[in-house]
């Protein structure tokens, strides 16, 4: 598969999920929701890597990968799964607008990558600017969405942090072989998180949660994170990250069509702070690589 097919795959799948995460939690808890999503996904990235023909990978760099991998998905996903109980699906996919730049940060300590110039502070400023507009809207709207926010910037650090620590181990395993390692780190820490915070399985599952779950399990778990790792691998940490600069918008209008999300002129605000932040954060100013990651897109 060509790295642009995959890069559209992950944003299309990435501006569904917050939406998705939501409609899996409804009827039976967040640890349940994002528990069985998870050793759904787990099992079915097993299959579909021995169909392929690409067998698990067990040298030193393999196992090192599937854990920075594992914690990741463990870390991150349950973070947002129980932030989602707080706020409207969309603000999800906008807040990790901000991954590019703690992705940055990290790849410049860890990767030595892009120095951070001037106009790329400015433009993790204007970021930050855009999150403290969501912030106010937040807390003016019901104060228990600051719970959210916040749950939603632990797991961009985690994931943030994982890609990076990923891409530095740099091992040579295929995108499923990783995804499968990965999830077969995280099932058993959500079976336990599960076991230890609940008093059994659901009794009544809706279709609509149900369906979500599906859906998160083979594209959000499976074929989304073989994506990701697949454009990981090819490319920058930071220029992957930028994938989060596309799915907000998305999500936002899902959120507002089919969940009746509000949609206020203070969210567009700090939207556009964000995302404008992220493009200069990206180009570092300079019309000629904003031309050139608007062709790349």
């Known amino acids: 598969m060509s790295v642009p097919m995959a890069y559209i795959g992950v944003i299309m799948i990435w501006s569904t999920t917050p939406l998705a995460i939501l409609w899996s939690s409804q009827d039976v808890g967040f640890v349940f929701g994002v528990t069985s999503r998870m050793a759904i996904g787990a099992v079915l990235a097993l299959i579909v890597a021995a169909l392929l023909g690409n067998g698990m990978k067990w040298h030193r760099r393999a196992m090192q990968a599937y854990v920075a991998a594992g914690l990741g998905i463990y870390g991150a996903m349950l973070s947002v799964y129980w932030a989602a109980q707080f706020i409207p699906s969309g603000w999800i996919s906008l807040i990790f607008g901000l991954t590019p730049v703690v992705t940055g940060l990290m790849a410049r300590l860890w990767l030595q990558g892009e120095a951070l110039t001037p106009a790329r502070l400015a433009g993790m400023f204007l970021g930050l600017a855009g999150l403290a507009v969501i912030f106010a809207t937040g807390m003016h709207m019901d104060e228990r969405m600051v719970f959210g926010i916040g ?114 002129m203070e969210i567009v605000l700090g939207a556009t702070l964000i995302l404008s932040g992220l493009a200069l954060f990206e180009t570092g100013g300079h019309a000629v690589r904003l031309r050139a990651f608007f062709q790349r897109l």
């Open 151 to 264: 749950g939603v910037l632990l797991s961009v650090l985690i994931h943030s942090a994982s890609a990076v620590w990923v891409k530095r181990i740099n091992a040579d395993v295929p995108a499923i072989v990783l995804t499968s390692g990965g999830l077969a780190i995280a099932t058993p820490l959500f079976l336990l998180t599960w076991f230890l915070s609940s008093n059994g399985p659901p009794v009544d599952v809706s279709a609509r949660t149900a369906g979500s779950i599906a859906y998160l399990a083979l594209f959000g778990s499976v074929l989304g994170f073989a994506l990701y790792y697949y454009v990981l691998k090819k490319g920058q940490a930071t220029r992957v990250a930028m994938i989060t600069l596309i799915t907000p918008v998305t999500a936002l209008a899902l959120g507002n069509m089919f969940n009746g999300e509000p949609l206020s």
